[in-house]
Nanobody, 125 residues
Framework: EVQLVESGGGLVQAGGSLRLSCAASGFTFDDYAIGWFRQAPGKEREGVLCITDNDGKTYYADSVKGRFTISSDNAKNTVYLKMNGLKPEDTAVYYC??????????????????WGQGTQVAVSS
């Protein structure tokens, strides 16, 4: 059974940091790229925030570049999202998702095959 399980969300003050984890199982981790997405209350799910192909290649959306860092631990089948300098507008449910690794890493949610249940991040001003 394919599973992606996010953890690490919580409430933090503006300017603070959080590290989210995405633990994967049920598929060959090294053959997949993992992306992080978010959905704010009352809004649609955004395009991808960042992606790792689990082989050294990463991508960051402009909205998080310089503040968020994605990394992976292939031995643990886990991807991390370190978020620094959090802002109230970062408040959302954060999801990780998996897609077969390809030369071009997809940025839109519908291209991803597997999704986690999400973890809530709330940033107070």
């Amino acid at each position: 059974e394919v599973q992606l399980v996010e953890s690490g969300g919580g409430l933090v003050q503006a300017g603070g940091s959080l590290r989210l984890s995405c633990a994967a199982s049920g598929f060959t981790f090294d053959d997949y790229a993992i992306g992080w997405f978010r959905q704010a209350p009352g809004k649609e799910r955004e395009g991808v925030l960042c992606i790792t192909d689990n082989d050294g290649k990463t991508y960051y959306a402009d909205s998080v570049k310089g503040r968020f860092t994605i990394s992976s631990d292939n031995a643990k089948n886990t991807v991390y999202l370190k978020m620094n300098g959090l802002k109230p507008e970062d408040t959302a449910v954060y999801y990780c998702a998996a897609v077969p690794r390809a030369a071009v890493l997809p940025e839109v949610p519908y291209e991803y095959d597997y999704w986690g249940q999400g973890t809530q991040v709330a940033v107070s001003s």
